[in-house]
Structure formats: structure tokens, C-alpha cells
């Protein structure tokens, strides 16, 4: 059974165009200066890169103490955008958008600045308890 297109001239489900939401307020969020300045917080100092030979930044990560470079690490909110479960009732798509916003758009002390992979374990971990309160 095919899915119903109510949105964009009905080439977009529901969940099409919630995706296309996420993802431009995801590519927003990048350029979103609290999330530089937690990055900054989390500078570990300069030291040799092993590959190069030339000095790098370094940061620690604040979930586990571990060194990281740059691209080792991401900027997670401290309370995850998607939430088990919404505030409000008002809802468009399924979210409650005006809290989503609020999540999304934290101060600097909102975020921890962790490796990519403790980042991708309390993702999982965060993913499948929302799965239970469905």
C-alpha cells in the first residue's frame, strides 16, 4: 500500500518531508557559534601528529578523558534534541517544533564536546529508549 503525498504538491510523505526539515536545521546548526565556543572549551593544547610530523590541536573529550583530534570528535547536546517524550501536545509532523528548536539551538553549555564513538554510543543508547516510550 502506497503511502499518502500530502505535502509539496504531494511528492512528499510525511516523513520525507520531516526528514528535509531535520536536515536543513542540522545544516544551519553548524554555522551555530555557541557550538564553536563549547569546541574551543574542550581545547587540549598542540602536539605532534604522528602522520605529519607537524604540531596539532587536540581536544579532550569530556565524556571519557581521552585525546582526540578534531575530526575525532562531535559537539553533543548534553539533553538530546528528540526527546523520549514531547512537552507539549501542539505538534506538526509528528514533533512538538517549538521545543525541538529550543533543543536544537542551545547555549555553548549545552553541548559536550565527545569522541565520535561515545558520541555514537549514547546515540544508541538514546534511540532505543525512545523506541520503548513509542
Not at 505535502?7 to 536536515?23: D, G, Q, V
Request: overall charge positive; glycine content about 6%.
Amino acid at each position: 500500500m502506497k503511502k499518502p503525498k500530502p505535502y509539496c504538491s504531494k511528492t512528499l510523505t510525511e516523513a520525507a518531508f520531516r526528514s528535509r526539515l531535520i536536515n536543513a536545521l542540522r545544516r544551519v546548526s553548524m554555522h551555530w557559534k555557541p557550538k564553536s565556543e563549547a569546541m574551543k572549551r574542550a581545547l587540549g593544547g598542540r602536539k605532534e601528529n604522528p602522520e605529519t610530523g607537524n604540531l596539532k590541536q587536540f581536544y579532550i573529550c569530556e565524556e571519557t578523558g581521552k585525546e582526540g583530534w578534531q575530526t575525532d570528535m562531535h559537539a553533543d547536546h548534553k539533553e538530546p534534541v528528540v526527546p523520549e517524550q514531547w512537552g507539549e501536545t501542539t505538534r506538526f509532523l509528528g514533533y512538538n517544533w517549538n521545543e525541538y528548536l529550543q533543543r536544537m539551538f542551545v547555549e555553548a553549555d549545552g553541548y559536550q564536546i565527545i569522541l565520535k564513538t561515545a558520541h555514537k554510543k549514547k546515540t544508541n543508547k538514546e534511540n532505543k529508549n525512545r523506541k520503548k516510550e513509542l
